[in-house]
């Protein structure tokens, strides 16, 4: 098996080559763009399995890459782990860095050791959850007119497939799997997301939004209980 593959995306020559520096150190693949555009260009034709997202770039945006590596058709690549980087590290920043289908942020200026800690804890939920989607092949839950495939990692809804970000795709599925069940948001973020993972219940409160936005009529069936957290409509 060969280095995990790290896409570094940041126009500053600077930081670009401290992180690459830090990252071929701690035995990572390293591959830069200086461009949203040349990042989807490296997409197409190598096999990336993280990527380190600047927000400033020039031409297309942090967020506009994101949103784009969201929407492709090609699972393994609308998956890859993307970790946004916010020189300003203002809740907007991170908020709007999320609800484009982030998985982790970082604020610079970073400790390379931090980054490189958040780089092997979000590959490691990966891998764990590739596990678990293989141990649950089998593993559908049929709620009305949704359904959820957990072995291909797919949503329907009214046989449409929902487009959905590894981190929606996890909080539906802890949901629906227990209809009326009521988790908490630290109990989501554990399940979701790992129990390494520094993430605010803010956070949780907008992917369960850009849920509810996808899911449409049907997203009423998420409810929200006051000052506990989050349970998905029992059976009728």
Same mark, same amino acid.
């Given at each position: 098996m060969g280095k995990v593959n790290i896409l570094v995306v940041e126009d500053e020559a600077a930081i670009q080559q401290l992180v690459s520096y830090n990252l071929i150190k701690a035995g990572f693949h390293v591959t830069c763009a200086d461009t949203g555009e040349e990042a989807l260009e490296h997409l197409l034709n190598e096999e990336i399995d993280c990527i380190l997202l600047d927000l400033m770039l020039p031409g297309m945006s942090g967020i506009e890459v994101c949103a784009k590596i969201r929407s492709k058709a090609a699972a393994d690549i609308k998956q890859i782990p993307i970790i946004i980087l916010t020189a300003k590290g203002e809740e907007e920043d991170v908020v709007t860095g999320l609800e484009c289908g982030a998985d982790d942020y970082v604020t610079k200026p970073f400790s390379p050791k931090v980054l490189i800690a958040r780089i092997k804890a979000?590959?490691?939920?990966?891998?764990? %959850?590739?596990?678990?989607?293989? #141990?649950?092949?089998?593993?559908?839950? @049929?709620?009305n007119q949704l359904e959820i495939n957990k072995g291909r990692h797919e949503v329907k809804l009214k046989d449409?497939?929902?487009?959905? @970000?590894? @981190?929606?795709?996890?909080?539906? #599925?802890?949901? #629906?799997? %227990?209809?009326?069940?009521?988790? @908490?948001?630290q109990q989501i973020i554990d399940s979701v997301r790992g129990y390494d993972f520094l993430i605010t219940p803010r956070a949780i409160d907008v992917q369960i939004f850009g849920l509810r936005k996808k899911m449409g009529e049907a997203g009423t069936m998420i409810e929200t209980v006051r000052g506990i957290g989050y349970r998905f409509q029992s059976e009728q």
């Open positions: 979000v590959l490691r939920r990966g891998f764990e %959850k590739s596990k678990s989607r293989s #141990a649950d092949s089998q593993g559908v839950i @049929t709620l449409e497939l929902l487009q959905l @970000t590894m @981190t929606e795709f996890g909080i539906l #599925a802890l949901l #629906a799997g %227990k209809p009326g069940w009521v988790f @908490t948001r």
